[in-house]
């Protein structure tokens, strides 16, 4: 990089983002901020800076990196020492292969030479006695083709099946690599890699990497043999003929260099384009509930098919690019084959006399003329030789495509980590203490390298000491989490562990001591014991730890009613769970291998208040019996009062540290949180009285406790033997309903087949002209031979003009028909997922994983079957059908024989279409490979938390097994019918010789009609060379279509967000009923969430308009439920849901939705800008209707503090925002709209205290304003005290109904709750605001 350059990147970093900033703290922060203030003040010193520029330049020369396409050698590096010995003999008999035709032509000049003579003396002076002579020769030709047949079928079996064995392995092998390089990533990688786009950036790559490494090299390999061969022959025959053609091919290789630039430019492009699209389907597909509730779909098809048309319209540039090429190529040797034949007429003629000719055939000197049988034979060669020439087309694009998608692939897999949790590397130390320090620390996100988190940051944690860190949303208080977990190494100072830098011990075996809580918990494919029981490494959890671990985290009762109780597998969809039983799972794997140090990242903010105190209960009492390093990030802080330490975190620095009393007795920023939360100085956490603690412990949720009979019931986690099944027919969609989808471009497709069928026909149509020309040499007048192959070699030019139009219309017409069937297939399908109901998602065949993979590699097979496969299908039959034509003209007898051979070439195509009907791959029951990388991928952070990295990448690796197991089958049945394919072709030439031989020595048949004849049926059988390739890829195209079809030909309901039906009243009040509603999951149909007891029929409820409703009770019990039902994303059971008076079955989902303002207990952004994000909510909503939104949910401030603000990326799913950032968006997404009725499902828990009363008041300041019915879920009862009235749910159904003061007073389970959690904070509150 330049000095100038790197000078302006310095003066850049030299202004910190926060002197830039406006200076803005909340308001109750203000008065206490001086601390925050004088570390902010701070500058940072020259190796910060150094550090920004140095990492500025990875990233430039990382992307740099990324553009190159990999070597051949390299493509092929990742291949065994068996399988290179074989490949190696496989090139060996694909080059004995290909030296068949240089062979034969030898053999075949030699032959001509003497029949010319022959038949020049047989013209000349009738000898009878050279008829046996000529017999002979005829003879040696039909031993030839037999040899060459032979020598095809053996090598040509053994080539093919090694080749398509090795390259599928090899290709499985990649795949396997960059899952499990993927997956050691650190998070510096994923910052600049996005994880919803890798695999579609795979499976798109693997699509051509798979086709580099199979038989293409090796075909490439033995057609350049054969091109090879045939012009030494060409040379040894006639060099100087030889070389005059060659002075052509500088032109075509310089046009092949230009043209193929713009080719690999225009691959590059539709690449990016089908993998942006690809991550944009991933994340609709993840967030589909979201999608849903902003009524978004039709906005995601947009963005999806605006990158979709942009990947094919340069795939489109692409196609006719390579048909440029090849027409250009066709072009330039047409013209040489005119000026090759003029000039060998002269040369023949310059020796045609009849003493001559006796002479050599005397001599059998081959060298004492220049026989029409040597130049034929010559550009006969040169011929064959840019034939094969051209087919090494195919090969060579498929390869560089393969080579360009190696790029990135290879980058993955070859990358590195800094951070690399699959190193050995690292001490390990022999006492693990947990005294954690961070000493002089700065830091800043890759992707945001001048937005500094901290300056000069210093924490100190005691061993055995529990640390809290509390603080606004953003301030970096989960960046410490991941600083300890060594996801990221700060630019300067160190983080240190009992004295030791992080960066100097081994990472997995830290992170194996450390038990990690994310803000977002994240649960693996697989059973719920086996979530648990990876919280231990290196050994197989116990039942009895498992049971244990999930009763410390309050979670044994929910497990146990499940459909399998810890057997229950989950897959990321099949099973439902509420955001509180996911914290709790992900509670007890963290705590189940009795950490020494325990990261708790806002682990308990989706939990109950009962549920959290008895956890923070148990952790008390893993403390206690265990020493063990707790830090803890909350908002709640009546969750970490007891903690040893608080840390307030402020502007990237600390600003105040102590015990709870300390810090409140400060009067600064902690007390201000703690008087906005209604605690005291006096306030404790955790049990109400000792006797609470004491009744805790009672019921065993203490680690060390194991379970006694009552866990004997619960069965162990079984393994499942995947058993083989038969092969099954593949289910292939009709071809008529595939050209129903194209019919748009039937002009196209019919200039596309003309093309097509004129670039096929040229090659037989040659053998008129070459025969008449080869005729004419037998001429023993010189000035009429000459001028009678000027007058025929002219017309070369004629083809030449053709070819060059043909190829390039072909390209044309048929990339458009075939990646407009594509883009229509992504679309299909596509728009067929999201139209689908939601229930339908929580399937596990109707994964991510599975449905990403059905949009890119099944519409990327689409195209083969209405693409370049049918041109190249057409170029066949024409080729075949003109030869056959022009033989039967010529000489009806070889015709009918040609005729007869063609059922014996097409026993191929046959045989492989059997062949292929049957699927080689093993069917199971597990989860498929696009499921686990998808899953792995979205939950990163905790894969590597826990060393999972192994794990997630065996899992991967076992679930292609079943598709390894087929290759061997699939490579001996390619190579055999391709072998039999050629060998059916030589034997029809051999039999066609051997007739002809017959007619022409005994019938009297002109030699002119025997060549034409002949020669039409070799050149028009050439093409069936390529039968294997286009049978296979017709076959798979159709298969790819039907799993297209079945996903968009399943019946859609009346929540299909397109569907004009279902009423749309004029105005909408906004009351709510619930009219005694039954309700169970569809994938648990057998364990109901709402159901009639003796005290309720199911739910029943209603709501009055404008009335605020508060749903509470213990996680699971159904409060999102009844909101997800209102939203109509499940129908109820049995029962009514209804809204203002009309069923929502009756009303227009759309309108419904659109009335609606949701928030998840999950929320979930979408890859963009914080504008365009909010803009999901209203699209045409302006400027100031967003800030005004952003205003209500207090992001307004954060967004303005950001280097581009409103214009600022949020990233993969929001991953460059902290989780109460990602909230308060979500919320000015719900809002923007005014909607009639707002649903808040744990809409704040993951807001600090004083952005949850600052958006609470906006709340409760809108609803003032503009009353709206709303729907509050919500474990914190204080923050829904104010509510109209509050339904308590539980048994299946409403336990209680009433306003607050009503339900405390009937005593019963609301007032349970109550006394436990939000009376003693509304205490605490008003005793903090009396005068002290």
Not at 205 to 214: C, E, F, K, N, R
Not at 250 to 257: N, S, W
Not at 563 to 568: D, I, K, V, W
Not at 807 to 816: A, D, E, K, R, Y
């Amino acid at each position: 990089m330049s000095t100038a350059v790197m000078s302006m990147r310095a003066s850049a970093m030299a202004v910190p983002k926060t002197t830039r900033r406006k200076p803005q703290l909340a308001a109750s922060f203000a008065k206490d901020a001086i601390p925050a203030a004088q570390a902010i003040a701070m500058k940072p010193d020259e190796k910060y800076l150094s550090s920004l520029a140095r990492r500025q330049v990875e990233e430039d020369e990382k992307l740099e990196y990324k553009a190159h396409k990999v070597s051949l050698f390299r493509l092929l590096s990742y291949s065994t020492t068996s399988e290179r010995w074989l490949m190696g003999f496989g090139l060996l008999c694909a080059a004995t292969a290909g030296c068949g035709l240089p062979f034969w032509l030898v053999l075949l000049a030699q032959a001509l030479d003497k029949l010319s003579n022959i038949g020049i003396l047989i013209n000349a002076i009738g000898s009878a006695g050279l008829q046996d002579l000529l017999q002979q020769e005829l003879n040696r030709l039909v031993i030839a083709f037999v040899i060459v047949g032979v020598l095809s079928l053996v090598c040509g079996t053994l080539y093919v099946a090694i080749w398509t064995y090795t390259g599928e392995r090899q290709a499985l092998r990649i795949k396997d690599k960059f899952v499990q390089s993927a997956l050691k990533q650190d998070s510096t990688w994923f910052d600049t890699h996005n994880r919803e786009e890798l695999p579609t950036t795979m499976a798109n790559a693997m699509v051509h990497i798979q086709g580099a490494l199979g038989r293409q090299i090796a075909d490439t390999f033995a057609n350049a043999f054969t091109a090879a061969g045939c012009l030494t022959v060409a040379f040894l025959l006639n060099a100087w003929l030889a070389f005059i053609m060659l002075c052509f091919v500088p032109f075509i290789i310089i046009a092949i260099m230009v043209i193929s630039c713009f080719v690999r430019k225009h691959s590059t492009r539709a690449g990016e384009s089908f993998s942006q699209a690809g991550a944009i389907a991933t994340e609709t597909i993840s967030g589909i509930k979201t999608v849903a509730s902003l009524c978004a779909q039709k906005a995601s098809l947009d963005k999806y098919e605006s990158f979709v048309v942009d990947g094919q319209n340069s795939s489109v540039n692409s196609g006719w690019l390579a048909g440029l090429s090849a027409g250009f190529t066709s072009f330039v040797l047409y013209s040489s084959y005119t000026v090759a034949f003029l000039v060998g007429t002269q040369q023949v003629a310059a020796d045609a006399n009849l003493i001559t000719i006796i002479q050599c055939l005397l001599t059998g000197d081959p060298n004492c003329r220049v026989s029409g049988s040597s130049v034929m034979c010559c550009i006969y060669g040169v011929i064959i030789c840019a034939t094969f020439f051209g087919l090494m087309a195919p090969g060579i694009q498929s390869i560089n495509l393969g080579r360009s998608a190696a790029g990135d692939v290879f980058a993955t897999i070859e990358h590195v980590p800094k951070i690399d949790p699959t190193s050995k590397d690292g001490r390990i130390l022999d006492k693990l203490k947990g005294g954690l320090e961070m000493s002089n620390v700065f830091f800043s996100y890759p992707t945001r390298p001048q937005d500094p988190i901290f300056y000069n940051f210093n924490l100190t944690i005691k061993p055995g000491q529990s640390m809290a860190l509390v603080g606004p949303s953003g301030s970096g208080k989960s960046t410490i989490a991941k600083l300890l977990l060594r996801f990221y190494d700060p630019l300067q100072g160190s983080v240190m562990v009992d004295g030791v830098s992080l960066q100097d011990i081994n990472v997995a075996w830290w992170r194996s001591r450390v038990g990690y809580v994310s803000q977002r918990p994240i649960l693996f494919p697989g059973t719920i014991r086996f979530n648990i029981a990876c919280g231990i490494e290196g050994r197989e959890a116990t039942d009895e730890e498992v049971f244990a671990a999930a009763k410390a985290a309050c979670a044994d009762e929910f497990i146990k009613d499940m459909p399998e109780g810890y057997n229950t597998f989950f897959s990321g969809a099949s099973l439902q769970l509420s955001g509180g039983q996911m914290q709790r799972i992900s509670i007890a794997r963290a705590i189940i291998g009795n950490p020494a140090i325990l990261l708790l990242d806002e682990a308990t903010s989706a939990l109950d208040s009962n549920s959290e105190r008895t956890v923070q209960q148990a952790l008390a009492n893993i403390r206690e019996t265990k020493k063990m390093t707790t830090v803890t990030v909350a908002h709640r802080l009546s969750t970490i009062m007891d903690s040893d330490q608080i840390a307030v975190i402020n502007k990237g620095s600390i600003a105040e540290q102590g015990t709870h009393k300390e810090l409140y007795n400060m009067n600064g920023i902690y007390t201000t949180l703690c008087q906005d939360q209604g605690i005291t100085a006096e306030s404790v956490t955790g049990a109400d009285s000792p006797h609470e603690a004491d009744e805790g412990q009672k019921n065993g949720y203490a680690l060390q406790k194991t379970g006694g009979d009552e866990e004997k019931g619960v069965k162990a986690e079984e393994t499942k033997e995947e058993g083989e099944t038969a092969p099954v027919e593949e289910v292939l969609a009709p071809m008529s309903r595939l050209w129903n989808y194209n019919k748009s471009e039937w002009a196209y497709i019919l200039v596309g087949i003309i093309s097509a069928a004129g670039v096929g026909a040229l090659s037989p149509c040659e053998a008129i002209l070459t025969a008449r020309i080869v005729t004419t040499f037998y001429t023993v007048d010189a000035d009429e031979m000459i001028a009678a192959n000027r007058r025929d070699t002219l017309l070369f030019l004629a083809f030449a003009v053709g070819s060059l139009v043909a190829n390039v219309m072909m390209g044309l017409c048929f990339s458009v028909s075939g990646f407009r069937l594509t883009r229509r297939m992504r679309l299909l399908a596509f728009n067929a997922i999201v139209r689908h109901n939601i229930p339908w998602f929580d399937y596990p065949e109707h994964s991510t994983g599975e449905l990403t993979t059905r949009l890119e590699a099944d519409s990327e097979s689409v195209s083969k079957v209405t693409g370049w496969q049918l041109a190249y299908k057409v170029r066949i039959m024409a080729s075949m059908c003109s030869g056959m034509v022009i033989a039967l003209i010529y000489s009806w007898q070889i015709g009918l024989v040609a005729l007869c051979c063609v059922p014996l070439i097409m026993i191929a195509a046959v045989v492989q279409k059997l062949c292929f009907s049957q699927r080689f791959v093993k069917q199971t029951d597990g989860l498929s490979p696009a499921t686990i990388l998808e899953q792995g991928l979205r939950g990163i952070a905790a894969v590597q938390a826990y060393n999972l990295e192994e794990k997630v990448g065996k899992d991967f690796s076992e679930s292609l097994k079943p598709e390894a197991a087929g290759k061997i089958k699939l490579g001996i049945v390619s190579g055999l019918v391709y072998g039999f394919s050629q060998f059916a072709i030589f034997s029809t030439f051999a039999v066609v010789f051997y007739v002809g031989a017959i007619l022409l020595t005994q019938q009297g048949l002109l030699f002119v009609n025997f060549f034409t004849s002949l020669l039409a049926v070799m050149f028009g059988a050439i093409g069936v060379a390529s039968v294997n390739a286009d049978f296979k890829s017709k076959q798979d195209g159709q298969a790819a279509a039907a799993r297209i079809f079945a996903i968009s030909d399943e019946p859609l309901d009346t929540t299909d967000p397109f569907c004009d039906k279902g009423d749309k009243p004029g105005s909408l009040s906004g009351s709510i009923t619930f009219d005694s509603c039954y309700f169970s999951y569809p994938t648990r149909p057998n364990k109901p969430v709402y159901y009639k007891t003796e005290e309720h029929d199911g739910v029943s409820l209603s709501i009055a308009p404008k009335e605020s409703v508060a749903f509470v009770g213990k996680s699971g019990c159904g409060k999102s439920t009844a909101l997800q039902l209102a939203l109509r994303f499940y129908e109820v059971t049995s029962g009514a849901v209804s809204v203002d008076g009309h069923k929502v079955d009756d009303l227009n989902v759309m309108w419904l939705r659109g009335q609606i303002g949701y928030v998840g207990q999950q929320p979930i952004l979408f890859s963009g800008t914080i504008k365009s994000n909010i803009l999901l909510g209203k699209p045409d909503a302006t400027d100031d209707e967003i800030r005004n939104a952003a205003k209500a949910a207090n992001a307004h401030d954060f967004i303005m503090e950001m280097d581009s603000g409103y214009d600022s990326d949020v990233g993969t799913g929001g991953s460059l925002l902290s989780g109460g950032q990602v909230q308060r968006i979500a919320i000015a997404r719900a809002i923007i709209k005014n909607p009639k009725i707002l649903v808040l499902d744990e809409a704040t828990s993951a807001l600090d205290n004083v952005s949850e009363r600052v958006v609470q008041e906006a709340l409760d300041k809108l609803q003032e304003e503009q009353p709206r019915t709303t729907l509050i879920v919500a474990h914190r009862l204080v923050t829904v005290k104010n509510c109209d009235r509050i339904a308590v749910l539980g048994d299946g159904g409403v336990a209680e109904l009433g306003s607050h003061d009503e339900l405390v007073k009937k005593e019963g389970l609301y007032h349970e709750l109550w006394m436990k959690q939000g009376a003693k904070e509304e205490k605490n509150a008003v005793d903090a605001s009396l005068p002290r």
